[in-house]
């Protein structure tokens, strides 16, 4: 994983060095989950924000990579789950258009809480998306798979949902 990281940002700062036609941005997105599967066995929803960091590599192509915090709305039976995704990965403009398309990877610490105990576990994770991006405002649908959930008996059921951010980039490097 570690090395992925190194290897995105090594690309980026070299291929961006000669074909870089924006700057980098920082921005932050305020997120939701409709989970799907055995994610909405567990939840019905869930909300967090998120720290995003876009590097140019071409005029078209941008190295991404976010940390976030997402947080269950509800607590099913006494149950409750947090989760903290750190995902890396690719943004691809479509043309001259203001859509784009993304694909991230990286790992998730997923809190499950409930009945007096807690569960912590880092669970490898993806998210798929596309958006549109107008000057500093992005807004952006997609599925992540932020891992699996471990069921007690050995066995872990993976977790999904649609993902809808909104997000706004204040300060350009």
Known sequence: MLRAMILVAVVASLAGRTARAD??????????????GAYSDVSTAAFGADARIAY???????????VGYV????????????????????????GASHVFVDAELGASVITESGMGTSLTNARFG???????????????????VPGSEDLGNGRDSTLGGVVASVGYDFIAL
């Open 23 to 36: 700057p980098a941005t920082l921005g932050v997105d305020a997120v939701g989950v409709a989970p799907v």
């Open 56 to 66: 140019p590599v071409t005029s078209s192509v941008a190295a991404i990579g976010r």
């Open 71 to 94: 947080q269950d709305a509800n607590q099913m039976a006494g149950f409750s789950m947090s989760i903290v995704p750190v995902l890396v990965g690719a943004r691809v403009r479509l």
């Open 126 to 144: 993806f998210q798929l998306g596309a958006g549109y991006q107008a000057g500093k405002l992005e807004a952006k649908l997609g599925y992540w």
